[in-house]
């Protein structure tokens, strides 16, 4: 399943369904590691943690699909995943902090030499965390803390404490506003996103968390304003990049609040190009195509981001550039992550039961870099 | 269903053992005997659930009250699944073959519409190539059932491994390859006859579980091989030889041969004639020519693309044949099983009948040595349909497996055969999809599966088709995305149980209802789209998540919910109405968004905000500009048809102090007589018995109405 124009595609079927996938920092350069969350409806509690080690030198003449993905570990869930982050953590684990349908968090610590599952670590679960299922989970760097939030309203950090989670609620909106993304932006501040394209700016130091908000004027039009995904790049942590409904791919400014930028989307206007018009179901900065000019780049330029969408998309939009269409499925693509040691390799999951691994090559990247 | 058990031991509905037609399935429900009733009900997908139901036992009630132990349970309820039993396709597989079908089969769909556009234009005979497009669609349909040809290529060679196979042939892949042979393929370039014994080389071993064919038998030997010692001695070897030559496998054929023990070094001085014998068979076997329409790499034989090349070839090496078989050398030949078997090998290529029917043993093994030695230039398919019965006359095989009958069907011409064999040995995918190659170039079958039938409810054969698929995919929430492709391709019915489906999808997940309504966006069903959103803000609301329920109820445009939710709301504010708790309704009142338009009655909360922010400032003492702001709020308020009645009172006692105003009277005389009417409306409401308010206290009544008099009075003088 080779593509052309230095991209190399796999589809890999997995026969269940693919809910999330995410890089993990193995330990040596040459290892790679995919966490994905899966489950098969037609299985009673068949959720599940898989951590898959990828080949990342098949044999391109024949590629044998089924060697380039190995299960190396696997963790049963007590219910669907949700949401899932990893981070690496300074005891020389990887951590992944997951969520799930039931509103409970678990954070997994895993081996970065093996990607066996050495312990795991929940909340009370006799207390769920929320009341129905959490929108979004995101860990910190050191992987010693997440924020959860949840469609009840409730925004709370969890942090590891002598091996067990302890939790805090830093807010409740009691079911008032619903919460469906959250990113951190620093060590003490975050973003999450909800309904009708708002976004909530946030600073735990500061009593009831909140510090700003943004209103999208989703009423107006008769497209729907979820925002299902949040970037933030943390060296300048003033330009969140949210992606949602109706293809919308925007960043906004906390300096300049008034207008958001369109990246995509953005039908009402008229300024972005739209790349979908479908649900954008996650976006990430593609910062690591780029081999210079980060630090000297003017602040309020915003990087190039990537995006997948419901139409099976998997682009990368720019402010005031054409979009670079990387894949077109055939299905929805519903989570995807750009490794972060290797950032011509990404990972998709897509909605036909599969994992794809995609392969930029360096004479694409270096295309990429110059437009 | 009240079954009367008529044997207690087996069974609980009667039957008659003569009728041997209806199949039976025991189901095993663990229950003491007799059961009392059994209920049947449809559940998930194509699950049936049953419930047996015990007879109330009341010797047991009155022996014991807790010792009912697992054996003494009242009933049971069990998941019975039905469906077809392909043992080879799990039900991962056969998602996984239904995704990648979709592309392919859409793709057909579009061209199909796009040209039935261009022919209303120009009435151009756009058709004409209308069976390239099916036969693409069938390869890739082909190529996702799985690549299962024989391949040979591995670096070192087994000298001992004459078949080899590379994954394992399904008898979906055979079927649909079979469909495609003669329903689509058989216009193109290739021939009826190469196509067919291209097809058997592939799937011989299909042809029957129980009975030998020639691939088990060639298996059978091939485990033999290892152990024997003087090969040419065992009569199975030769057997196998000619079996494996009758079908056309040149390569076994040759490879079986070399095997031969004559081509031992130390022998092949004592058997220097057999040995050239064996090779001349061996020779004359590999450049067997063939008629094929492409060279295939790796395979044995010659290869002809046209007739009169292909008919001279064919002369020569008859006449060849026949030369060696009146050779001399023969009689050289002491070995007597080399001699009769290597004669026998000749005897089948100068297609000697007797021979051939000797070494197959499936009727479709005996067409292909037709096929390759007898007729080789059969072209036509009545020729063709006249050789199968001759076949099927020598070779009777008792009980056909659906492969088979399948076949059968196709010879027959019986379309309605062959879609009930498709659907009885490979279900509804394979309906679905092979209704495209059954139309390719037929115009009969075109007009029988496109004509509208009133048995039917006004659809045709091709749309029922598609409705069962499609209702199997939707049955399985991983499936139930693709349903719609197939379902948007019925003319009649399809739209019409799109729209059921999608509102009778569950709304738990909000991705879930993201998914359903960009069904509803391609397909443009926007009302259907507000009906998911209505279900989906009932949902929430109903599970205490207000800001979303609004939220999409808000999208839907739905003002008689949101009013009835807006009242609902009301009571929880006006109890807290100058509590500070108020604040904790920001976030929905942002989400409200300054468009009250479509909040319905919700449009209250963003003004009483506003309202009530102005007030806090001109309490902690702000200029009149301010206080001027509360006022407009507080007129807009007590104007708007939205803020109920009871919400009037507390607003004009919040605002006393601006009432009051000491620097100038605030409300100008309309506004002051609005307000009054207001007051007057309610002191009559109170008269009514089914007013009922604990805050109306009569001195607060009074002093409300003598600041109103009062500004009155002082905005006459100031005007």
Redesign the interface.
Known sequence: MAGSGGLQYYRL?Q???VDVVRWLRPLSAFDRFIAAAVHN??VVSSAAIEIFSLNPKPNTENPDHDKLLNLRSSWPSPSRITSLRTSESSRKHLVVALST?AGSVYFLYVDPVDASIDLELSVDEERPLH???VSAVDIQAGGYECVTVG???RVNLVSVCQATLESRVLHD??????Y?AAKWGSQEEFATG???F?LQWWDRRKAGGLVS?F?G????GSM?G?VHSIDIYPSRNHICVVGG?SGMVLAWDRRWQQQPIFLSGGGLTGTGQATS???VWEVQYDIGTQTSGINSAPTSKIFPVMMCS??GILAVVEQGEAPIELLAE???I?SFDINPQHPSEVVCGI???SIGILMRQRESLSLLTET | MPGRPSDPDSAIVPFSPMAEDVPLFPVRHGLKPPIFRVFVSWSRGSHLQVACVCPRDESLEEKADGDLGDEDVGGKVLEVKLGTSDANINEAKRRWIAYGSVPPFALLQGRRNSLAAMSRISSSSTFIDWWKHVLEYSQSISELLGNTRLQSTAVIEDPKLVLERVGEPTSLKAAWQLIEIFYVDRHSFSGLAESVVDWLAEFDCLLSEKDTTVSSKLVKLQEQLVNLQVIEDDPEYWEGISSALSVGWLEVVVKLLRLHGSYQLNQLDSRETENGLVEAVAVLVSTMPCLHHDFPAGKLGQYYRTKPDFVKAWEKWRGQISKLDCSAFWVQCGHRQTREGLRNLLQIMLGNINNISAAVFHWIELLVPHLLFIRPLTAGFEEFQGLAQKCMQIKFNNTPNGLVRLFIGILGENTEVVLAECSKSFGPWMVTHCLELLTADNNQNKIFLHEERYNLGGISILELHRLVYAQVLASHPLTSQIAPTYLVSCPKQGLGLLEILLCRQPVQHHQIILKNLEICRLYELDGISSCIKKIAGIYHWKHGRKGAGIYWLQEARDEATLNHIAHHLFESIGRTISDESFKQWEGLIELLGPDVGSAGGLGFLHTYRDFKKSLKLVESGRTSDVARQAIEALIQLLKSPSTPQRFWFPLLHDSLKLLNWRERPLLNVSETNLLLNKLQELSMAKLRPDFCSTELQPNVLSSVRLALARNLSRAFLEE
Do not use: H, I, M
Request: glycine share 14%.
């Open positions: 079927p026969y269940k369904s409806p037609d349908f009341s129905g299922p469609e009840d309203g909106s009691r079911g008032l506003v619903s469906t909800g309904l009708g708002g908000q209103k004027n989703w009423a107006q729907t979820l409904s018009e479908s649900d419901e139409d055939d299905c929805a519903n909605e036909w039961e």
